[in-house]
């Protein structure tokens, strides 16, 4: 179990509030129904495992026992909604740098969410807007890592990984605290991706790659050869470019 005082001691003089439930459903849900009351400032919500974890478009996210798993809830003040649609890329950056960090290994990303190491997939990241399709009144930042297992899922399209697999080790409560932080700056940064492109393209897998993606209901391929300002893949098809902002992709072999 997560320790709730290694953890705060961690987090050092970090202007974040810390909770450490037992067994959560999902971390972002305890966040998301946290909101409710309003707080003033962020709450990291931090676990060993998830009940029901979940992942993007309503998925299942595999939660054992075994990783780490966060969410950070952020009052946004009223924020417009398009001001904040970097967010999950500037995610990724964070959590990258904090599994670095905090496990001295070097991970990259595949876009949008996934953070890879050694060709495997060691982390996710879930970001939900609380509030409207115009205004955020605050914004969750879930992040699920494996530590010392990975979990068995045949059709991946990237084989589930852990820092232990790869012979790095990291304490939960540091990295937690890394993340949290790193988190914490997205918001310093006005939610902005601008302070976080440089990184993401040097770590993104996908950029020169040829993928594949269903756009408008119609399936297409071409090469990604840009990472826009916000986060989206600029992709070069038979028929032109193409600009995805979200979605899923496949990527073809070399």
């Known amino acids: 179990m997560i320790s709730e005082s290694l953890l705060r001691e961690r987090l050092g003089g970090l202007p974040i509030d810390v909770m450490t ?39 299942n996210f595999a939660s054992p026992r075994g990783g780490l798993y966060l969410s950070v809830l952020l009052p946004t003040a009223g924020r417009a909604a398009s001001e904040i649609v970097g967010v999950t890329s500037a995610a990724a950056v964070a959590v990258a740098r904090a599994v670095d960090e905090c496990a001295g290994c070097r991970t990259r990303i595949k876009w949008v969410n996934d953070i890879l190491l050694d060709g495997g997939k060691l982390a996710g990241i879930l970001c939900e807007n609380i509030g409207d399709s115009a205004r955020s009144r605050y914004l969750v930042v879930g992040v699920g890592v494996n530590l010392l297992s990975a979990p068995t899922l045949p059709d991946a399209a990237f084989p589930p990984v852990s820092l232990a697999d790869a ?4 304490e939960p409560e540091t990295l937690a605290a890394s993340i949290a ?24 897998i996908v950029l020169g790659r040829r993928i594949a993606f269903t756009r408008n209901g119609q399936a297409e391929e071409g090469e990604v050869a840009a990472i826009d300002g916000d986060g989206a893949l600029i992709v070069l098809t038979p028929s032109g470019a193409r600009r995805l902002s979200s979605g899923e992709i496949r990527i073809r072999p070399i």
């Open 21 to 59: 439930p037992a067994a959560p459903d999902s971390t972002n849900n305890v966040a998301k129904s946290l909101a409710e009351s309003h707080p003033e400032k962020p709450v990291l919500i931090a676990a060993d495992f998830q009940t029901a974890g979940r992942g993007r478009q309503g998925r």
């Open 167 to 170: 012979g790095c080790r990291a």
């Open 181 to 204: 932080g790193g988190i914490l700056g997205i918001a310093s940064h006005g939610f902005s991706f601008s302070a976080y492109t440089d990184e993401y393209r040097a770590r993104s």
